[in-house]
């Protein structure tokens, strides 16, 4: 059944999420698109915070680049998660894992100079105050990307499944992020054609199958195996052609890339101007 974005859903009460590991081959090829448009940005010395890290697969992509990540989550069983596989990781480019929401950073403003979000906006209920953390924490100049499901009209039963409380439209979404400061540098619609033809034949059954014998989010993706692993570079291969669909506006989700704007920067710089200008004897 189709919802329009302003409609709330609550997530299936059956569910407890938090203890399994999230991923599979739509999840790997979104993620890659993030990291496409982040890489310019993944600079030495910079501070990123994953913003809802789940459990943690953006997140150790992150680490190996060379800039220090840092994440937060609500869910206490993936931090506590979390945090051993980072030790474990001995990637030293991953920080502190914090216990925490997207509505209410713990972090000081200006902290950050690039935060993701991968598939966290849509299960929070103040999204407009998440987009305002964002906002606070980031250093002038600083950039979020962020992804969500796309489409009000294409809501069916795992988004319900996955306790989703809306789909955006894409302009849904220029609006959350430009009302509150940002300039938006690139939205784009993903996953068509062929993740939309996954979703409907193979994720949807899979889901399906598996909640109606009570599996909570062990639905999210298929065994851990050795065919699994082929199974998600021979679909990511297919999807990479939905690249070339990207301007149809049929894709299963947005992704979209915004900066705060120089505001401090800018007043520095028009204060040292008035100064000079005053130097020589001119006015403004």
């Given at each position: 059944?189709?919802?329009?974005s302003?409609?709330?859903?609550?997530?299936?009460?059956?569910i407890?999420?938090?203890t399994?590991e999230?991923?599979?081959p739509?999840?790997e090829?979104r993620?890659?698109?993030?990291?496409?448009?982040?890489r310019?940005n993944?600079?030495s010395g910079?501070?990123v915070?994953?913003?809802?890290?789940?459990?943690?697969?953006l997140?150790?992509k992150?680490?190996?680049?060379d800039?220090?990540?840092?994440?937060i989550?609500?869910?206490n069983?993936?931090?506590?998660?979390l945090?051993s596989?980072?030790k474990a990781?001995?990637?030293s480019?991953?920080?502190?894992i914090r216990?925490?929401?997207?509505v209410?950073?713990?972090?000081?403003?200006?902290?950050?100079d690039?935060?993701?979000?991968?598939?966290?906006?849509?299960h929070?209920r103040?999204?407009?105050r998440?987009?305002?953390?964002?906002?606070?924490?980031?250093?002038?100049g600083?950039v979020?990307?962020?992804?969500?499901?796309?489409?009000p009209?294409?809501?069916?039963?795992?988004?319900?499944?996955a306790g989703?409380?809306r789909?955006?439209?894409?302009?849904?979404?220029?609006d959350l992020?430009?009302?509150?400061g940002f300039?938006?540098?690139?939205?784009r619609?993903w996953?068509?054609?062929?993740?939309?033809l996954?979703?409907q034949?193979?994720?949807?059954p899979y889901?399906?199958r598996?909640?109606?014998?009570?599996?909570?989010?062990d639905?999210?993706k298929p065994?851990?195996t050795?065919?699994?692993?082929?199974?998600?570079?021979?679909?990511?291969?297919?999807?990479k052609?939905?690249?070339?669909?990207?301007w149809?506006p049929f894709?299963?989700g947005?992704?979209?890339?915004?900066?705060?704007?120089?505001?401090?920067?800018?007043?520095?710089?028009?204060?040292?101007?008035?100064?000079?200008?005053?130097?020589?004897g001119?006015?403004s």
């Amino acid at each position: 059944m189709a919802r329009s974005s302003g409609e709330r859903m609550e997530a299936d009460p059956r569910i407890h999420w938090g203890t399994g590991e999230i991923g599979g081959p739509r999840h790997e090829y979104r993620e890659s698109l993030m990291l496409k448009l982040l890489r310019a940005n993944l600079q030495s010395g910079s501070l990123v915070l994953d913003a809802g890290c789940g459990s943690g697969s953006l997140l150790f992509k992150l680490g190996r680049f060379d800039c220090m990540v840092h994440g937060i989550e609500q869910s206490n069983e993936f931090v506590e998660m979390l945090r051993s596989r980072v030790k474990a990781s001995g990637l030293s480019h991953i920080g502190h894992i914090r216990h925490g929401s997207v509505v209410d950073i713990p972090y000081p403003d200006k902290t950050f100079d690039v935060i993701v979000s991968g598939e966290v906006l849509e299960h929070v209920r103040d999204d407009i105050r998440a987009v305002m953390e964002f906002y606070r924490v980031l250093r002038p100049g600083g950039v979020c990307v962020v992804s969500v499901p796309a489409t009000p009209a294409l809501w069916d039963f795992s988004d319900e499944w996955a306790g989703h409380l809306r789909r955006y439209t894409k302009e849904d979404l220029l609006d959350l992020f430009e009302k509150k400061g940002f300039i938006v540098e690139d939205v784009r619609y993903w996953g068509f054609p062929f993740v939309r033809l996954y979703h409907q034949f193979l994720y949807l059954p899979y889901v399906r199958r598996k909640t109606s014998h009570g599996v909570s989010e062990d639905a999210i993706k298929p065994p851990d195996t050795s065919n699994r692993q082929l199974l998600i570079k021979a679909l990511s291969m297919v999807f990479k052609f939905d690249s070339l669909f990207r301007w149809a506006p049929f894709g299963i989700g947005l992704i979209l890339k915004a900066r705060k704007p120089y505001a401090d920067v800018t007043v520095k710089l028009d204060a040292k101007l008035d100064a000079r200008l005053g130097a020589i004897g001119c006015t403004s």
